[in-house]
């Protein structure tokens, strides 16, 4: 069984049409839980790390959330230059601190 | 932020031959990890590299298939070994810079075709 699970696996907004993205996971203890971008021919960029229920951060048009089952990565007015795969993954406590990565969201926003 | 490089960027091989990537980083790290990621599948961890010590592999991933050298503390090879197609893939090496802070670097990733 999967210990992350993103959906959609596949989105497409219009520029300006704010959307969100779900990564469900299932760990007995959230050590912590990451978002990444990645751009084509790249490698993953971090940019988020959320480590409790209730937690949010912000980071220019992107907002992570957090709760005991689930994160959302929320996209506000989108522009092409968002268009990349978005990648949840999870640390799990009392364990190997290297987290589990789900198989991501390819995000196309179109002008 | 950690600047990672890796060489080469991409290759085609044949069936049965070996592939060895590189990996730099432009400061010391204690741990550096080597990742596989096939299209459609989750990033996976093939193992884990110290410096001075062998490295430690993960379920389903073996040292004859994957050979991994650590002779620094800025610098790492992975070696796909004896390939075939199903070895087609992307291999990314990571690095943490603080493993308090949780931030994961990682580096642009070798994409690898077998023929």
């Known amino acids: 069984e999967d210990q992350v699970t993103q959906s959609p696996e596949a989105l497409r907004l219009q520029e300006g049409e704010s959307s969100s993205l779900n990564c469900s996971y299932t760990?007995?203890?959230?050590?912590?839980l990451f978002w990444y971008r990645q751009d084509p021919g790249k490698g993953p960029e971090f940019l988020f790390t959320l480590y409790s229920a209730g937690e949010e951060k912000e980071k220019e048009r992107l907002k992570a959330t957090l709760t005991k089952k689930e994160s959302f990565l929320h996209i506000t007015a989108p522009k092409p230059e968002d268009s990349a795969t978005y990648l949840c993954a999870v640390s799990q406590s009392g364990g190997s601190y290297i987290p589990t990565f789900g198989r991501g969201t390819s995000l196309i926003v179109h002008p | 932020s950690a600047v990672i490089s890796q060489k080469p960027s991409r290759d085609i091989c044949q069936r049965g031959t070996s592939l060895t990537i590189q990996c730099q980083v432009d400061s010391q790290v204690t741990m550096m990890f080597w990742y596989r990621q096939q299209p459609g599948q989750s990033l996976t961890l093939i193992a884990t590299a110290n410096q001075g010590s062998e490295a430690t592999y993960e379920s389903g991933f073996v040292i004859d298939k994957f050979p991994i050298s650590r002779p620094n503390l800025t610098f790492s090879t992975l070696t796909v070994s004896n390939m075939s197609p199903e070895d087609s893939s992307i291999y990314l090496c990571?690095?943490?810079?603080?493993?308090?802070?949780?931030?994961?670097?990682f580096g642009p990733g070798t994409r690898l075709t077998v023929l």
């Open positions: 760990v007995s203890g959230l050590r912590g």
């Open positions: 990571s690095v943490y810079r603080d493993l308090k802070d949780n931030e994961q670097f």
